[in-house]
Every structure is written in C-alpha cells, then in structure tokens.
C-alpha cells in the first residue's frame, strides 16, 4: 500500500475509536465500543504491516506472540480486586514500548530538532511511566511496603534529577547521535526519574497515580507519533492522555486535594483530627435483620472492605432479598471508593448487582434524609462526618455520603479501628448508628439466612 | 519545523478538546473499563514500533523494535480483553442472559 492509503485507513481507524470511546458512555453499549475500539486498533496494525520495509515477518510474529501470550493470560487469570495493580501493569508496557519506539527511531529519521525535542520527550515520559508504574504495582500488591517513601533530601535529590534530565537532554538534542553517551544517560535519569516520583506517593493515594500514568502512558505514545510523523499515535495517544487527566482530576476532587498535594506530601501528616470520643451502640445480626425487615428504603455504601471480605455475593443477596420485601435498593458508591476510579461498580457488577443500582454520591445525598437504613460495609473515610465538620481533620473539607443524615445507620466493622487513612469517626458514636461488629461476610449471611428462615 | 509539523499539532489540539469531550460523558459506574479501556488505546505505540523498526537498517533498531512490538501487544491485547471482561459483566435489572447488557 502507499503512503497516502496507509495514512486513510489510519483516519478509519481514528473514526472507529471516536466512536468506541463514545459507546462507553452507557453501560448498554460500552461492550460494543470497546470492540469498535479493539478493531479500529486491528485496522491501523494490518494497514501498517501492509507498509513497504517492515520487520522481518518472523520477527513480527513472534513479538506479537510473545505479547499477545502474556497480555491474554494476565488478563484471563486477574482477579477482579487486583484490577488497579493490572492496569498500572498494562501501563507500564505500554510506557517501555513508546520509549523503545523513540530510541529506535533515531535510527531512522532526519535529525531536524523539532524530531530531536520529541524523541527526547518520548523517552521521558515512556520511561517515567514505566518505572512508575512498576512502583506503583508494587505498593497496590503490597510486593513492596505500600507507604510513602520519603526522605529528608527527597526534594533536593528530586529537583538535582530533573536538572540533570534537562541538562542532558539539551545537550543531546544539540547533537543527537544512536550511540551517544547522553542518551543511555537520559533513559535512565527518566527510569530513576519514574521511581523516584511514584515512591513518596502512600498506598491509599495510589489510584491518583494510577490515573496519571495512565495519561502518561498516551503522552508517551503522542510524542513518538510527533517522532515518526505518524498521525493516529497522535490521535489516539492524545485521546489516552485526556482521558487520563480527566480521571485523575475526578479522583483529586472527590478527596478534596491538588494534585501536586497528593504526589508531594504524606497523607495525614499535617494535622491531627479533634479525638472523638462517645460511646458506641453495638446491635446483633437477629436485630438488624428485623429493622432492615421493617425498612423500605436501604441503600448500602460499599469501601474496599467489602471486597477484602469477599461479601459482595453475600450483600448482592440480601439486597435482592430486601427487594422482595418491598424495600427500594440501592449502592452508593463514592468516587474514591474501592482502589481506582469505579473499581467499586465492577465488583459489585461482578457480583450480579445490576448497574441500575449503583447510585454515584451526588444522586444519593440529596435523598439521603429519606433513606431508612444506610448500611456501610467497608468504608469509612467516604462516610466520615468529619469531612464536613472538623476544621481539624486531615480529610476536612473531602464530600462524604452523608450517610449519618439516614435514619438509621448500620456500620459493618471487625472491630473498632480507624480506616485507611487513621482517621477517628465521629459517626460510630451517632445517635442512629449501630455497630455490626464482625467479619462482614458472616454478619450479612445470618441476616440473609433469616430473611430465609 | 515544517508545515507538515504545524498540522500535527492541530491535530493534536483537536484530539486532546474531543477526547475531553467524549470522555466527560462516561458515567462513574464505567470509569475503571474506562481507564483500561483507554489504557489499550495507548497500545497505539504499537503501531510506531513496527515502523520504527521496519525502516532501520541497523540491526540495533531491529532488536529495539520487537522488544517494543511485544510490549505494546502486551498492553494491547491485555487491555482490550480484560476491559470486555469488566463490561460483560455489567447487566441491567431483571435480565438473565448477557444479551441485554451487550
């Protein structure tokens, strides 16, 4: 095919992934979209293999294996709960292949410095999202301590990094060359670099990241689409890259933090919340299945926890059973619910509650008065009064669910302990709460086992 | 810097205010399918490296470009096939099969 057929079938393939992103706006036809996307991705391949000089075939083949292996099978075996830790993966692969497609296209193009610049930028933000996302693994798997790592001289050493990464990457777009010295010294300055930005960040901020990487990631790709002159790399990176700032800014706003405070400072380190004190009103199973007998209204706010205990197919069966009883259901989920942005939805999703159900906080809050029992299952930051009256707090000032405004609150708990993030609440010590102490899981079932019974 | 350069950066500015666009209208309920949804689409890269390595005569480039071809179909295959488990997984009320949430 010629040049200018290649580069047609590329504005098809534009088109098809315009249209994929715009099918995820529903759940009905995100399916759809997303293997409008998959073939839009197929056409751009095919029309690019159809191209004059590629790679041996061999070669071709047998890389596309190896990644097509190793893709499937992880994306086969994960589990639903370890979502956040694949897609930093992903990532991160992503992140490597844009930083190798820069380096080899040295090789290839006319020197100009518009094409130096983007080579350069290709290889930093491919190589920052790389490493990046591998810490950013580490600490979600908790294959490394998932706290922040920070340092006295962090900054310093930080701030002596970037002007190394500016120093050497001037110096090489001046004279650029395929064995220069300056270039083997700026790809690893950018994978210390990734390292090094992602280490101070905690393990409950980590969805933050996640999310920048994950523009990162179609950064990187739109910088080498500049390096080669390839127009979809540019269209669909800058595309990732949006989407990615979208989310992160979502993620930020929903704990009421800058950016720049959650990737520069620890969680919590600043303040220290007004200690609440109170006494607490614990309430059995038997008794909670009786008010929720009563109830005609319940909605329950799922955290992470939930998942931790395994009780979504527990809570999907009570909730179907309150249904039966007349009860309107719902799941609130709040935006930083869960591990990544939505990650809640999917597990709930995964366990056959139907997506017509899930409310997001804004929907919930203004009804929340008229809500007979609100039922907190593993949360506790997103369901913290503090939020909203503690000047003092370390989370003042993040939206909550306001799920103390219910009529009656039961909080799932193991035991008294703060959350994630240390935080004492205030609303264990509520006039209406009550406290279900025990493992989630087995506090649900004997209720569903008497709604049974 | 050449014409050539200055229509790719429209192109660019015109992607990244439709890819605002498209994706301020995806609900929460789908914001992680999102994320790796999109995160497939940066596999994108793949594309670069078959043409970054398919033009080198230096067999440097050649190793550089199929190390960068599996990691993209990594990030390619990997993302697209665990983004369709997520979704499939979103169903509507009072549906048994998964035909309606397709």
């Keep these: ?453 | 810097m050449e014409m050539f350069h200055v229509f790719l950066a429209l192109i660019l500015m015109l992607s990244i205010f439709l890819g605002f666009e498209l994706i301020s209208k995806v609900p929460a309920t789908l914001h992680t399918p999102l994320m790796s949804g999109a995160n497939a689409i940066s596999g994108i890269t793949i594309v670069g490296a078959l043409i970054a390595a398919g033009d080198g005569s230096d067999p440097l480039a050649r190793y550089l470009g199929a190390a960068a071809v599996s990691f993209a179909t990594i990030n390619v295959v990997g993302g697209y096939l665990v983004t369709n488990r997520m979704l499939s997984m979103f169903k509507k009320k009072d549906t048994t099969g998964s035909e309606e949430a397709a």
């Design chain 1, 1 to 453: 095919m010629t040049l200018e057929l290649i580069n047609l079938f590329y504005v098809a393939s534009a088109a098809l992934f315009i249209f994929g992103l715009k099918q995820l706006s529903s759940p009905a036809t995100a399916v759809r979209g997303n293997m409008l996307s998959s073939f839009a991705m197929l056409i751009a391949i095919v029309a690019t293999l159809t191209g004059k000089n590629i790679l041996p075939w061999e070669w071709i083949i047998i890389s596309i294996a190896i990644g097509a292996i190793i893709g499937g099978l992880a994306a086969q075996k994960v589990a639903m709960t370890s979502m956040p830790e694949m897609v930093a993966l992903f990532n991160g692969s992503g992140g490597i292949a844009s930083l190798l497609v820069a380096w080899a296209a040295l090789y290839n193009v006319d020197n100009s410095i518009f094409t130096n610049v983007t080579v350069v930028l290709s290889i930093l933000i491919g190589g920052v999202t790389f490493t990046g996302s591998i810490i950013a693994w580490g600490k979600l798997s908790e294959v490394m301590p998932s706290g922040a790592w920070v340092f006295g001289v962090q900054r310093i050493v930080n701030g002596a990094i970037l002007i190394g990464i500016i120093a050497v990457a001037v110096i090489f777009c001046m004279d650029p060359a395929t064995d220069s010295q300056y270039l083997y010294a700026l790809i690893a300055l950018a994978l210390i670099f990734g390292v090094m930005v992602v280490a101070p960040v905690g393990g409950a901020d980590m969805p933050v990241v996640i999310s920048l990487l994950n523009s990162y990631s179609g950064l990187a790709a739109c910088a080498a689409g500049f390096a080669i002159n390839n127009n979809i790399l540019i269209v669909a990176g800058s595309m990732v890259g949006a989407a990615g700032i979208i989310l992160t800014n979502i993620m930020c706003k929903a704990m009421n933090r800058s950016l720049a405070n959650v990737l520069f400072s620890g969680f919590g380190a600043v303040k220290q919340a007004t200690k609440v004190e109170g006494e607490v009103k614990p309430i059995t199973a038997d008794d909670a299945y009786l008010i929720l007998e009563a109830a005609q209204s319940v909605t329950f706010v799922p955290g992470y926890g939930m998942a931790v205990a395994q009780a979504q197919h527990v809570v999907r069966e009570l909730g179907e059973l309150l249904e039966k009883n007349g009860a309107e259901v719902s799941y609130a989920i709040h935006p930083v619910a869960g591990r990544m942005p939505g990650h809640m939805n999917v597990l709930l999703a995964e366990a056959n509650v139907p997506y017509d159900q899930l409310v997001e906080m804004e929907d919930i809050n203004p009804r929340i008065e008229g809500i007979d029992v609100a039922v907190v299952i593993g949360a506790n930051d997103v369901v913290n009064p503090a939020a909203r009256n503690d000047e003092n707090s370390p989370i003042y000032g993040m939206p909550i669910i306001n799920v103390d405004h219910a009529r009656t609150v039961f909080v799932l708990k193991r035991s008294m302990a703060s959350g994630f993030s240390g935080v004492d609440n205030p609303l264990f010590f509520g006039d209406n709460t009550r406290m279900l102490f025990g493992d989630a899981k087995d506090s649900i079932a004997t209720v569903v086992a008497e709604f049974k019974g």
